[in-house]
């Protein structure tokens, strides 16, 4: 069985689950849409996705949308006790980041991407921008202090909670290379960086 996945690659929500996909060796067929590639609002997509957004996935006859819904759904079916963690506590704690990369991470950093990527120079806000990356070092302070303790977000293994804010700090060390030293932080991505998946699905794909 193929795993279909509709979304284009440049996606900060495509490659979370593309990078998902490539830990597991699911056997996948992705179809780039939404963008300049357009086709979210025609009637076949939104039968899929409602919403008209990526990414989706039809896994068999289950279909479903959200990333980090899609994340935690193929790790339990295809990954069990590996990126989804067997231990309780371990598997909450992924959980956990993996919603305050949407609840806290991402709202922040969305004005400095949106300002510097999707803005033209010439109607640039430069104080909000700044502000935006004020508060994007702060969330990224509270993810150094966290991995202090563990190798990985979950623990001292790789998990699907690191997906999420693996993709955002792979953006957010794109767009402020003035940002002060998080050890820690740059521990990790450093280990992130090494894994075939992420080279593949995440590094080195351009910001649009």
């Known amino acids: 069985m193929v795993l279909k996945v509709w979304g284009r690659r440049n996606s900060s929500n495509v490659q979370k689950t593309m990078w998902a996909v490539g830990e597991l060796g699911i056997p996948y067929e992705r179809t780039d849409i939404g963008m300049e590639f357009g086709g979210t609002d025609t009637a076949a997509y939104r039968a899929i996705n409602p919403n008209g957004l990526v990414p989706a996935i039809q896994d068999g006859d289950f279909v479903l949308w959200e990333s980090n819904s899609i994340i935690r759904y193929l790790a339990a079916r295809y990954g069990p006790g590996t990126l989804e963690p067997a231990d309780l506590r371990s598997r909450a704690i992924a959980s956990q980041w993996m919603d305050w990369q949407i609840s806290a991470f991402q709202p922040v950093f969305t004005k400095v991407f949106w300002g510097l990527v999707r803005t ?18 702060d969330a990224a302070k509270i993810l150094d202090a966290a991995l202090a303790r563990n190798a990985y977000l979950a623990g001292n293994s ?27 932080l740059e521990r990790w991505y450093a280990a992130l960086e090494k894994r075939p998946a992420f080279q593949e699905h995440v590094n080195g794909v351009a910001l649009t």
């Open 120 to 137: 033209p120079p010439e109607q640039r806000d430069p104080a909000a921008i700044a502000a935006a990356k004020s508060a994007s070092i």
């Open 158 to 184: 790789f998990s699907m909670g690191d997906i999420p804010m693996g993709v955002f700090i792979f953006r957010f060390r794109a767009l402020q290379p003035d940002r002060p030293p998080l050890p820690n």
